[in-house]
């Protein structure tokens, strides 16, 4: 402790200066509001960069094997029957032409067992695109059980396609949809006659085995498809009140 001597009263012997209760005090206040200073700041820097970054976490990526550059159209063809629906509706069967397109620049390895598992109509094909669809028939999945399909050591030609980019595979499958003969009638499950647009939702993976498995031992031939693809929208022209036939399906 150091000695502090008054001026005028040199005569008298040094005084030792102790700081007041009330000084200690005041000084651990001050201590403890310099350490909240300091340590505050980084504390609520912590916190908001924990939110920011929850609230900016990337999605998770995509498969390997996902439809990307998978390019599909969907040509109407003329209808093959009209079956009756009821009295105010029909189901017109269309034969579809189907292209496959790898617009990748790595092959794609693809199932001949691909199957139609919905259709969407709309008014236009920037309705489709924009999936704002008057009809999105139910999903209908086929499912095979691997009979006559080799999952061998390499994909087989007579139930795989190994596309390189830019080569495509075609199939043709026809496709039933609900139409009311009277577009002004409200008939649930149906789309209204004339001129429309459509895309087909396409099913690629139609086995119960796991794709994850085979796809590592052909990964020297492409990247197997398992991920179901959407063609280009495209026009179709649905018929008001056709000639139709007693098919035996059920009124909606």
């Known amino acids: 402790m150091r000695l502090y001597f008054q001026p005028d009263l040199l005569d008298q012997k040094p005084v030792r200066l102790r700081p007041t209760r009330t000084k200690l005090l005041i000084g651990a206040g001050l201590f403890l509001v310099l350490m909240f200073a300091l340590h505050a700041p980084s504390e609520a820097s912590r916190l908001f960069t924990a939110r920011q970054n929850a609230a900016t976490a990337k999605p998770a990526a995509p498969p390997a094997a996902d439809a990307a550059g998978v390019e599909v159209t969907a040509q109407a063809l003329p209808p093959s029957k009209f079956c009756a629906l009821g009295p105010r509706a029909y189901v017109v069967y269309v034969p579809m032409d189907i292209t496959i397109a790898n617009g990748r620049r790595t092959p794609i390895i693809l199932s001949q067992y691909l199957h139609i598992q919905r259709v969407l109509v709309g008014k236009t094909p920037a309705d489709v695109q924009s999936q704002k669809y008057e009809l999105a028939t139910p999903v209908r999945t086929f499912r095979s059980f691997g009979r006559g399909v080799t999952f061998g050591a390499q994909p087989t ?64 031939f492409g990247d197997i498809i398992t991920a179901p693809v959407i063609s280009y929208p495209t026009l179709i022209k649905l018929l008001a009140n056709p000639v139709t036939e007693k098919c035996g399906l059920p009124e909606p």
């Open 157 to 220: 030609d007579d139930s795989w396609v190994v596309l390189k980019h830019n080569q495509t595979y075609e199939f043709t499958a026809v496709e039933g949809i609900p139409v009311r003969n009277n577009s002004a009638d409200e008939v649930p499950g149906t789309a209204y006659p004339g001129d429309l647009a459509f895309s087909i939702e396409l099913q690629t993976w139609p086995f119960l085995r796991d794709a994850s498995g085979l796809q590592k031992d052909w990964a020297r």
